[in-house]
């Protein structure tokens, strides 16, 4: 294998990656927030990508990328309110809600389908690039459009680091996701921050929609194969940190990369998977997990 | 010690049967082959998801690779039948071995984990598989799948021919045979196990469950089924196609399910056919479909959490509140003479605090009289179980007795309010203050004995307090475990449907054999309200039982224990442990072959014994 074809293999890698953190993390804030999993994240990232298509597209409303990527986000954010008050909060006192938030979240996920479906047909579509041409930098040469994008998943990544760290809200909700009763007791308003943790999750999942449209074809199903891989990621990496699906992220794209190179485009997810339930078993709190005696 | 009766005596036998019926006769009246052909689906899918029930609902195990079990009977049949040119009637039976097999597999990494990590390492397994299977295409046929499988036939008859009668009587044996297994296993030693692990793990594992052991089984168990209707499902499609591992067919199954209520076997059975039906109804409808399905599976989730089986468990119970409500108001008027005749009394229709109770009262006697009695009866009787009582005192005593709110003629009342035993005891108040009767003699039966105790302790100024067939309790439920024996005729004391089978034996192991004498009382245990054997026994521990052991402990209300020696329910050697401080002869009082209803077998012993009691009741 020559240096060009490994460092091909390694930023189509590190493209990946930054693609599934984007996603992984949207699906971790749920998770760590809620303690449910949302199979809606799919259907979040199509819809976010769907609704950037009908404001940005030259065929639709025709206002350029950048307002359709920031009407996307907004417009998820309170789909995932929504979501979140009607496919969530009625089940809260439910001692299975976990189970329950399964069957509920992959309702929301057919419906979204059916409803972009019925909006904009099956017909697949594209959004334009953020950039044309190609960029080098250091004897590497990739496209432009996948540069600018990576930049981009960094700095919203790097945000919203800092409003989980930082900001009064973002400190409140890892609070409610660290001791749910106290947090409560301390005049916290649980509800509203859960919401909040679905709308932003879905607001991550519009971005992801709107990177992975610009690179690949959209139809109504496309959220479900990045929604595994999102999956393999947040298991891989556990949640213990706001970095780890991260870090998993990148592990996981350029595992994906070296497979596809080596074992074929089919042998890929299957390496995925069995990397997945042998981290399972092993270290079932995730790479970066803390060990804890109980797992729920 | 859990109770369950052979399935023929069972509840669920009669409708089950009908039920049978209905599916054999339905493709005369549907002789067209679509409906016969959703009709077939339906029963797929109800095999799958009930199978699915035993790991899911009663193991409380995520299996979420249960498609992938499904999936791979379809391959095997393809693989076996095409490929290899086996009988599709060996290849079909194979599929359910591979499924069991790869169960096995799931297994492993999920005796390690518990909750949200099941379900994903589940998913993730089925999408392994998913992925090794369109990797292979030469054999699997990749994405596009395996098509033209081999079609079942038997001696040259092809099952699809006269709109496919074959397919659906097949399909109809496999369900049947799916719900046999699961029905027996679920009530076996081993579906015990199975729900005590989800339920109570560290317990059950005390108690000598082996938690390896019982989820492996149980994950194999809901996989041999599964994978015989994948395999049926693969001959009768005749295609094996990726699609199945997909998360639409796993919404599909998941909200069949769900709908139809977990840990039940039939509301799946019952969700299948529903579900199948209403979306191949609205097939022309397109996307519409799909978000109406959706919609349709939260909104039963949000009101009923319990599925579509809670519904109609909510249904029966409205059902069977109406019938026994007509039963006591039909007799109220109708039949009140022979009751009359029977305790030699008049009946009155008393309006208390917990509602209409009727109340029987033989009236002050002529002549030299003893103190009026008043005799409460047990679960599931009614007051003419004290035929011979009233007989025998009503000419020396006055006697007062009454029916108990959903027992008797006396009126159904609000389960969570009146059906518990301090209710009971207010009502008994109210009966003795309609009479004005002070101070009088208080019997009490089995669950009556428990009212008296409680009417004495109350602070209701008696003369003496008799009970019989009731251990008197100091924790409850702790000590109900010593107090009773728990015979299987005990478990029927809380049950809220009992059927024909149960109530003979009900009745019998209360009042004795069904004779002319004592129908009224077998009949008694029918008209019964079921929620009160039910809120009773739940409600059991609203009662301030210490303060009625130290009424008996204290000794300032005469007292005795008239059992019959062979009684069935009791713990003898615990009641004779208890303190008493005052008790009429120094010990509980046996009488001989008295059964649990001493007054009723034994009367003339037990007459004897209570007449002498209260001779020693009033000398106090």
């Known amino acids: 294998m020559s240096a060009d074809t490994l460092l091909f293999v390694i930023t189509g890698g590190l493209v990946l990656g930054a693609l599934y953190a984007l996603m992984?993390?949207?699906?971790?804030?749920?998770?760590?927030?809620?303690?449910?999993?949302?199979?809606?994240?799919?259907?979040?990232?199509?819809?976010?990508?769907?609704?950037?298509?009908?404001?940005?597209?030259?065929?639709?409303?025709?206002?350029?990328?950048?307002?359709?990527?920031?009407?996307?986000?907004?417009?998820?954010?309170?789909?995932?309110?929504?979501?979140?008050?009607?496919?969530?909060?009625?089940?809260e006192r439910q001692p299975n809600l976990v189970l329950l938030s399964v069957i509920t979240t992959l309702a929301g996920a057919s419906v979204l389908e059916s409803g972009i479906d019925i909006l904009w047909g099956s017909r697949s579509k594209q959004l334009p690039r953020i950039v044309d041409g190609d960029v080098s930098l250091?004897?590497?040469?990739?496209?432009?459009?996948?540069?600018?994008?990576?930049?981009?998943?960094?700095?919203?990544?790097?945000?919203?680091?800092?409003?989980?760290?930082?900001?009064?809200?973002?400190?409140?909700?890892?609070?409610?996701?660290?001791?749910?009763?106290?947090?409560?007791?301390?005049?916290?308003?649980?509800?509203?921050?859960?919401?909040?943790?679905?709308?932003?999750?879905?607001?991550?999942?519009?971005?992801?929609?709107?990177?992975?449209?610009?690179?690949?074809?959209?139809?109504?199903?496309?959220?479900?194969?990045?929604?595994?891989?999102?999956?393999?990621?947040?298991i891989f990496g556990g949640v213990a940190r706001f970095t780890s699906p991260i870090f998993a992220a990148f592990i996981v794209g350029l595992i994906e990369a070296f497979a596809t190179f080596y074992a074929g485009l089919y042998w890929a997810p299957a390496v995925l998977f069995a990397i997945m339930i042998v981290v399972l078993i092993i270290k079932p709190e995730g790479l970066f997990g803390k060990y804890q005696r109980t797992v729920q | 010690m859990r109770y369950d009766p052979p399935f023929p005596k069972s509840n669920g036998f009669r409708p089950t049967l009908i039920a049978l019926a209905v599916l054999a006769v339905l493709p005369f009246i549907f002789t067209d082959s679509y409906s016969r052909h959703i009709l077939i689906l339906a029963f797929v899918f109800a095999i799958v998801a009930a199978s699915w029930d035993l790991s899911l609902g009663f193991g409380g195990l995520f299996?979420?690779?249960?498609?992938?079990?499904?999936?791979?009977?379809?391959?095997?049949?393809?693989?076996?039948?095409?490929?290899?040119?086996?009988?599709?009637?060996?290849?079909?039976?194979?599929?359910?071995?591979?499924?069991?097999?790869?169960?096995?597999?799931?297994?492993?990494?999920?005796?390690?984990?518990?909750?949200?990590?099941?379900?994903?390492?589940?998913?993730?397994?089925?999408?392994?598989?998913?992925?090794?299977?369109?990797?292979?295409?030469?054999?699997?046929?990749?994405?596009?799948g395996m098509v033209t499988l081999p079609s079942l036939e038997l001696f040259d008859y092809r099952f699809i021919k006269n709109h496919r009668i074959g397919y659906y009587y097949t399909a109809l044996a496999l369900l049947i045979a799916a719900t046999a297994f699961l029905y027996t296993l679920t009530r076996s030693r081993f579906g015990r196990a199975i729900v005590a692990m989800r339920d109570n793990k560290y317990y059950a594992m005390s108690r000598g469950v082996s938690e390896a052991r019982t989820r492996l089984l149980a994950l194999m168990a809901s996989g041999l089924f599964t994978g015989i209707a994948g395999g049926f499902y693969g001959s009768y499609v005749r295609v094996a196609s990726p699609d199945a591992f997909g998360l639409g067919f796993l919404t599909l199954l998941l909200s069949i399910l769900l709908l139809?209520?977990?840990?039940?076997?039939?509301?799946?059975?019952?969700?299948?056919?529903?579900?199948?039906?209403?979306?191949?109804?609205?097939?022309?409808?397109?996307?519409?479909?799909?978000?109406?399905?959706?919609?349709?599976?939260?909104?039963?989730?949000?009101?009923?959490?319990?599925?579509?089986?809670?519904?109609?468990?909510?249904?029966?119970?409205?059902?069977?509140?109406?019938?026994?409500?007509?039963?006591?108001?039909?007799?109220?008027?109708?039949?009140?003479?022979?009751?009359?005749?029977?305790?030699?009394?008049t009946e009155t229709m008393i309006r208390t605090r917990h509602g209409l109770i009727a109340a029987a009262d033989s009236g002050e006697p002529d002549g030299e009289a003893g103190p009026p009695i008043l005799m409460i009866h047990g679960n599931s009787s009614c007051k003419e179980v004290f035929a011979n009582q009233f007989k025998a005192f009503g000419k020396t005593h006055r006697m007062i007795s009454f029916d108990l709110p959903g027992h008797g003629v006396s009126a159904n009342?609000?389960?969570?309010?009146?059906?518990?035993?301090?209710?009971?005891?207010?009502?008994?108040?109210?009966?003795?203050?309609?009479?004005?009767?002070?101070?009088?003699?208080?019997?009490?039966?089995?669950l009556g004995g428990y009212i008296a105790l409680e009417l004495a302790a109350s602070g209701r100024a008696v003369r003496g307090v008799a009970i019989a067939g009731t251990p008197p309790l100091a924790v409850a439920p702790d000590d109900v475990g010593q107090a009773y024996d728990a015979t299987s005729h005990f478990i029927l004391a809380g049950k809220q449907y009992l059927s024909p089978m149960e109530m003979r034996n009900f009745a019998t192991a209360t009042a004795g054999e069904k004779t002319p004498g004592t129908a009224y009382l077998h009949e008694a245990v029918n008209r019964t309200d079921g929620r009160a054997r039910f809120y009773m026994i739940?409600?059991?521990?609203?009662?301030?039982?210490?303060?009625?052991?130290?009424?008996?402990?204290?000794?300032?209300?005469?007292?005795?224990?008239?059992?019959?020696?062979?009684?069935?329910?009791?713990?003898?050697?615990?009641?004779?442990?208890?303190?008493?401080?005052?008790?009429?002869?120094?010990?509980?009082?046996?009488?001989?072959?008295?059964?649990?209803?001493p007054f009723v077998r034994k009367p003339d012993a037990f007459n004897t014994a209570f007449s002498a009691f209260i001779g020693e009741a009033c000398d106090r």
């Open chain 1, 24 to 91: 992984a993390t949207g699906l971790a804030v749920v998770w760590t927030t809620l303690g449910i999993f949302n199979f809606a994240h799919g259907a979040f990232i199509a819809a976010g990508a769907y609704i950037a298509w009908q404001i940005s597209s030259a065929e639709a409303s025709g206002l350029g990328y950048a307002a359709g990527a920031l009407g996307s986000v907004v417009g998820m954010f309170f789909v995932g309110v929504a979501c979140y008050a009607l496919l969530v909060k009625p089940f």
């Open chain 1, 138 to 234: 250091a004897g590497v040469t990739i496209s432009a459009n996948e540069a600018v994008l990576m930049v981009f998943v960094l700095v919203i990544l790097t945000v919203l680091g800092l409003f989980l760290r930082r900001a009064p809200a973002g400190r409140a909700m890892r609070a409610v996701a660290q001791n749910r009763e106290s947090a409560q007791l301390m005049g916290l308003d649980v509800p509203r921050l859960y919401a909040i943790a679905f709308g932003l999750s879905a607001a991550l999942a519009a971005f992801a929609g709107v990177f992975v449209g610009s690179i690949r074809f959209m139809t109504p199903t496309m959220g479900s194969d990045p929604l595994m891989k999102a999956l393999i990621v947040v």
């Open chain 2, 63 to 144: 299996n979420f690779a249960h498609v992938a079990l499904f999936a791979v009977g379809v391959y095997t049949y393809g693989i076996l039948a095409k490929t290899l040119g086996v009988s599709p009637w060996i290849a079909m039976p194979a599929g359910g071995i591979t499924a069991m097999a790869l169960a096995g597999l799931i297994a492993l990494p999920v005796l390690r984990l518990s909750g949200i990590y099941v379900i994903l390492v589940t998913i993730a397994f089925s999408q392994l598989i998913y992925q090794v299977i369109i990797s292979q295409s030469d054999i699997t046929g990749g994405t596009s």
């Open chain 2, 413 to 446: 009342a609000d389960p969570e309010k009146v059906y518990n035993v301090p209710a009971y005891a207010e009502i008994a108040e109210d009966v003795l203050d309609f009479y004005g009767v002070e101070r009088p003699i208080v019997f009490g039966w089995s």
């Open chain 2, 538 to 597: 739940t409600k059991l521990m609203v009662v301030n039982w210490p303060r009625q052991m130290r009424m008996l402990r204290e000794g300032a209300v005469p007292f005795a224990i008239l059992n019959g020696s062979d009684d069935p329910f009791l713990n003898h050697g615990y009641i004779a442990g208890l303190t008493y401080g005052a008790i009429w002869t120094g010990q509980p009082h046996d009488i001989a072959d008295g059964g649990h209803a």
């Open chain 2, 260 to 345: 139809g209520g977990a840990a039940t076997i039939w509301g799946p059975l019952i969700a299948a056919l529903i579900i199948t039906v209403l979306s191949e109804a609205m097939g022309d409808l397109g996307p519409w479909r799909n978000i109406i399905i959706a919609v349709t599976i939260v909104l039963v989730l949000v009101f009923y959490p319990g599925g579509l089986w809670a519904a109609f468990q909510e249904l029966r119970e409205v059902f069977d509140t109406v019938r026994t409500g007509l039963i006591a108001r039909l007799r109220r008027s109708r039949e009140k003479a022979a009751r009359e005749a029977r305790l030699n009394a």
